[in-house]
C-alpha cells in the first residue's frame, strides 16, 4: 500500500507527466503554424509546477516516498522550480528561432522539452541509484531526439550521433560504477550505502574502483575534461535553440546528481573523489579558457567557456569537506549550488540573444555576426554585454559574487592545496575575460555588417529584458539566493 506521503513527493512529476501527454496529444489538432495553443499549455503547465516547486521549497519539509526510493527536500524542490522556469524561458527565445527554420511543424519541441524536464526531476529527487539512471536517460533520450529535430540539416543529424554514442558511453560508465556499489554495499538506496560505507566494513578498494566509474560518468555528462569533446560538436551543431535546451536547465540537475552520489551517498569517501574532482577541475579550467580563445563560432567558444564553468562549479564541490572534517561543507556545496544557478541564468539570456539575431533564417553563430550590434540594437548589445561580464566574473554582475563564493569557500579550506587552486582559478578567470570582452568590442567597436534593426516578439522581448535585469540585480543584492541555497544545502545535509 502506497502512502500518502509518497504521492505528494511524486505530485509535481505526476503532473509534469500528465501534461506532457496532453499537450502531445492536443497537438495533433493544432493547425496553427505558430503551435500557439501548444505553446500556451506547455507555459502555464510549467509556471503551475514551478509554483508549487516554490511551495515545497519554502515549506522546508523533507519527505520520502516509495520505500525512500525518492526524496522531496528544500535543495530538490527549488532546483526543479528553477528548472522548470529555465524550461520556460529556452521555450519563449525558442519559439521564433524554430518558426523561422520549420521546426514547429509538429509540437516535438515542446513534448521533448516536457518530457526531458520530466527526466531532470527524477533525477534531481531520486534517492535510489536505478531512479537516478531511469531519470538521466529520460533526459538524454530527450536531448538526443531534440539535438536532431532539424532531420534535413546534416550538421544536426551528425551533432546528435556523436551525442548519443559518447551519451550511452557517459551511462555506461556510470551503470558500471553503480552496479559495483551496489556489490559493495548490497542495497541500491543512497541513504544505507552512506551507513554502510560509514560502518567501515566494506572493501575499500572494490569501493574506490566504482567510485572511479561513478565520477567519470558524472564528468561525461557535466562535460568536464577529459570527457568533454562531445560538448563543442553538440553546442555548434545542434539548432541554437536546442543547444539552450542542452547548456540550460539539465546543468541543474546535473549539479543535484553529483549531489546525491557523491555528497549524500559518498561522503565518507570523500578524500578519494575530490582528488578526482580536483584533477578534473584544473583540466577543465585550463583546457575550457585556452581553448575558447581560439574560436571564432560564437556556440563552439561558449561551449569551451562552459566547460571552464564547470571547472569552478568542480572547485566548490572539493572544497566541502578538509581533513575528514565535514563542518565547512554545507558553505562549499552552497557556493556550487549558487554558481550553477546563476550560470544557467547567465546562459539563458546569452542563447536567448544570439537566436534574436538568428531569427530570420541567418544562423549568427560567428562573433563577427555582432559586429556594430550597438548601432543596430543598443538594448540588446547592453544584454549581451551584461552576459558577458557576468560570465567573465566582472563586478558589480551576479558572475562575479558567483566566482567569489567559490574562492572563498577554497579559502576557507585552509589548506594549501586549496589556496592553490583559488589562486589558479583566478589566473584563469583572467584569461578567460579576454574572449567574453572580445564580443563586446566587436559588438561596440566594429563596423556593422548589417544596418538592419533587431526586432523580437513582446513575449521574447518582455522576458529578456528580465533575464538581464536580474543578472544585474542579483549581482548587487545577492544575499537572498546564496541563503536560499545555504538553508536548502544545510536541510539536505541534515536529513
Same mark, same amino acid.
Given at each position: 500500500m502506497i502512502d500518502q506521503a509518497s504521492w505528494i513527493v511524486i505530485f509535481p512529476e505526476a503532473l509534469l507527466l500528465v501534461m506532457a501527454c496532453v499537450i502531445a496529444i492536443v497537438d495533433l489538432g493544432v493547425k496553427s503554424p505558430l503551435r500557439t495553443l501548444t505553446y500556451? *499549455?506547455?507555459?502555464?503547465?510549467?509556471?503551475?509546477?514551478?509554483?508549487?516547486e516554490a511551495f515545497f521549497g519554502a515549506s522546508g519539509f523533507t519527505l520520502y516516498g516509495f520505500s525512500n526510493m525518492v526524496v522531496s527536500d528544500?535543495?530538490?524542490?527549488?532546483?526543479?522550480?528553477f528548472a522548470s522556469l529555465a524550461v520556460i524561458v529556452s521555450l519563449v527565445y525558442a519559439r521564433p528561432?524554430?518558426?523561422?527554420?520549420?521546426?514547429?511543424?509538429?509540437?516535438?519541441?515542446?513534448? *521533448?522539452?516536457?518530457?526531458?524536464?520530466?527526466?531532470?526531476?527524477?533525477?534531481?529527487?531520486?534517492n535510489n541509484l536505478l531512479v537516478i539512471y531511469l531519470g538521466l536517460e529520460l533526459l538524454t533520450l530527450s536531448s538526443y531526439a531534440l539535438v536532431a529535430l532539424r532531420r534535413d540539416k546534416a550538421q544536426a543529424t551528425e551533432a546528435a550521433m556523436k551525442y548519443f554514442v559518447l551519451g550511452a558511453m557517459a551511462s555506461g560508465f556510470l551503470l558500471y560504477g553503480m552496479s559495483m556499489l551496489y556489490g559493495a554495499t548490497g542495497t541500491l538506496d543512497i541513504t544505507m550505502i552512506h551507513q554502510a560505507i560509514a560502518a567501515g566494513h566494506i572493501q575499500h578498494q572494490v569501493l574506490v574502483f566504482?567510485?572511479?566509474?561513478?565520477?567519470?560518468? !558524472?564528468?561525461?555528462?557535466?562535460? @568536464?575534461?577529459?570527457?568533454?569533446?562531445?560538448?563543442?560538436?553538440?553546442?555548434?551543431?545542434?539548432?541554437?535553440?536546442?543547444? *539552450?535546451?542542452? @547548456?540550460?536547465?539539465?546543468?541543474l540537475a546535473a549539479f543535484a546528481m553529483v549531489i546525491r552520489l557523491l555528497v549524500e551517498g559518498l561522503l565518507p569517501l570523500a578524500l578519494d573523489w575530490q582528488q578526482m574532482l580536483m584533477v578534473l577541475?584544473?583540466?577543465?579550467?585550463?583546457?575550457?579558457?585556452?581553448?575558447?580563445?581560439?574560436?571564432?563560432?560564437?556556440?563552439?567558444?561558449l561551449a569551451y567557456s562552459t566547460i571552464s564553468q564547470i571547472g569552478f562549479i568542480l572547485l566548490g564541490l572539493l572544497s566541502g569537506v578538509v581533513d575528514g572534517d565535514a563542518v565547512a561543507a554545507a558553505n562549499a556545496y552552497s557556493s556550487a549550488m549558487f554558481y550553477v544557478i546563476t550560470y544557467v541564468l547567465t546562459t539563458l539570456a546569452t542563447f536567448g540573444i544570439i537566436m534574436l539575431l538568428s531569427a530570420e533564417g541567418f544562423e549568427s553563430e560567428e562573433i563577427a555576426d555582432f559586429a556594430g550590434l550597438n548601432q543596430r540594437s543598443p538594448l540588446y548589445a547592453g544584454v549581451m554585454a551584461l552576459c558577458m561580464f557576468s560570465l567573465a566574473g566582472i563586478p558589480p554582475m551576479v558572475g562575479f559574487f558567483a566566482k567569489l563564493s567559490v574562492l572563498?569557500?577554497?579559502?576557507? @579550506?585552509?589548506?594549501s592545496v586549496h589556496i592553490g587552486l583559488a589562486v589558479f582559478a583566478v589566473l584563469m578567470s583572467l584569461v578567460g575575460a579576454f574572449y567574453y570582452l572580445r564580443v563586446v568590442k566587436v559588438m561596440y567597436f566594429d563596423a556593422p555588417i548589417s544596418i538592419t534593426t533587431v526586432r523580437a516578439p513582446h513575449d521574447v522581448r518582455i522576458v529578456l529584458?528580465?533575464?538581464?535585469? !536580474? *543578472?544585474?540585480?542579483?549581482?548587487?543584492?545577492?544575499?537572498?539566493?546564496?541563503?536560499?541555497?545555504?538553508?536548502?544545502? !544545510?536541510?539536505?545535509?541534515g536529513t
Amino acid at each position: 500500500m502506497i502512502d500518502q506521503a509518497s504521492w505528494i513527493v511524486i505530485f509535481p512529476e505526476a503532473l509534469l507527466l500528465v501534461m506532457a501527454c496532453v499537450i502531445a496529444i492536443v497537438d495533433l489538432g493544432v493547425k496553427s503554424p505558430l503551435r500557439t495553443l501548444t505553446y500556451v *499549455l506547455s507555459v502555464l503547465s510549467l509556471l503551475c509546477i514551478a509554483a508549487i516547486e516554490a511551495f515545497f521549497g519554502a515549506s522546508g519539509f523533507t519527505l520520502y516516498g516509495f520505500s525512500n526510493m525518492v526524496v522531496s527536500d528544500s535543495m530538490s524542490a527549488w532546483l526543479k522550480c528553477f528548472a522548470s522556469l529555465a524550461v520556460i524561458v529556452s521555450l519563449v527565445y525558442a519559439r521564433p528561432y524554430a518558426l523561422s527554420r520549420d521546426m514547429l511543424r509538429g509540437g516535438e519541441l515542446f513534448t *521533448l522539452s516536457l518530457f526531458g524536464l520530466l527526466g531532470m526531476f527524477v533525477m534531481i529527487s531520486g534517492n535510489n541509484l536505478l531512479v537516478i539512471y531511469l531519470g538521466l536517460e529520460l533526459l538524454t533520450l530527450s536531448s538526443y531526439a531534440l539535438v536532431a529535430l532539424r532531420r534535413d540539416k546534416a550538421q544536426a543529424t551528425e551533432a546528435a550521433m556523436k551525442y548519443f554514442v559518447l551519451g550511452a558511453m557517459a551511462s555506461g560508465f556510470l551503470l558500471y560504477g553503480m552496479s559495483m556499489l551496489y556489490g559493495a554495499t548490497g542495497t541500491l538506496d543512497i541513504t544505507m550505502i552512506h551507513q554502510a560505507i560509514a560502518a567501515g566494513h566494506i572493501q575499500h578498494q572494490v569501493l574506490v574502483f566504482g567510485l572511479v566509474f561513478i565520477v567519470a560518468g !558524472l564528468a561525461f555528462k557535466l562535460g @568536464a575534461v577529459p570527457f568533454h569533446m562531445w560538448v563543442p560538436d553538440v553546442y555548434q551543431g545542434a539548432p541554437t535553440g536546442v543547444t *539552450l535546451m542542452i @547548456a540550460g536547465a539539465p546543468k541543474l540537475a546535473a549539479f543535484a546528481m553529483v549531489i546525491r552520489l557523491l555528497v549524500e551517498g559518498l561522503l565518507p569517501l570523500a578524500l578519494d573523489w575530490q582528488q578526482m574532482l580536483m584533477v578534473l577541475s584544473i583540466a577543465s579550467l585550463f583546457i575550457g579558457n585556452f581553448a575558447a580563445i581560439a574560436q571564432t563560432n560564437i556556440k563552439r567558444m561558449l561551449a569551451y567557456s562552459t566547460i571552464s564553468q564547470i571547472g569552478f562549479i568542480l572547485l566548490g564541490l572539493l572544497s566541502g569537506v578538509v581533513d575528514g572534517d565535514a563542518v565547512a561543507a554545507a558553505n562549499a556545496y552552497s557556493s556550487a549550488m549558487f554558481y550553477v544557478i546563476t550560470y544557467v541564468l547567465t546562459t539563458l539570456a546569452t542563447f536567448g540573444i544570439i537566436m534574436l539575431l538568428s531569427a530570420e533564417g541567418f544562423e549568427s553563430e560567428e562573433i563577427a555576426d555582432f559586429a556594430g550590434l550597438n548601432q543596430r540594437s543598443p538594448l540588446y548589445a547592453g544584454v549581451m554585454a551584461l552576459c558577458m561580464f557576468s560570465l567573465a566574473g566582472i563586478p558589480p554582475m551576479v558572475g562575479f559574487f558567483a566566482k567569489l563564493s567559490v574562492l572563498q569557500a577554497l579559502v576557507l @579550506a585552509g589548506g594549501s592545496v586549496h589556496i592553490g587552486l583559488a589562486v589558479f582559478a583566478v589566473l584563469m578567470s583572467l584569461v578567460g575575460a579576454f574572449y567574453y570582452l572580445r564580443v563586446v568590442k566587436v559588438m561596440y567597436f566594429d563596423a556593422p555588417i548589417s544596418i538592419t534593426t533587431v526586432r523580437a516578439p513582446h513575449d521574447v522581448r518582455i522576458v529578456l529584458s528580465l533575464n538581464a535585469l !536580474l *543578472l544585474l540585480l542579483l549581482g548587487l543584492l545577492p544575499g537572498g539566493l546564496m541563503t536560499l541555497c545555504a538553508e536548502s544545502i !544545510l536541510q539536505m545535509m541534515g536529513t
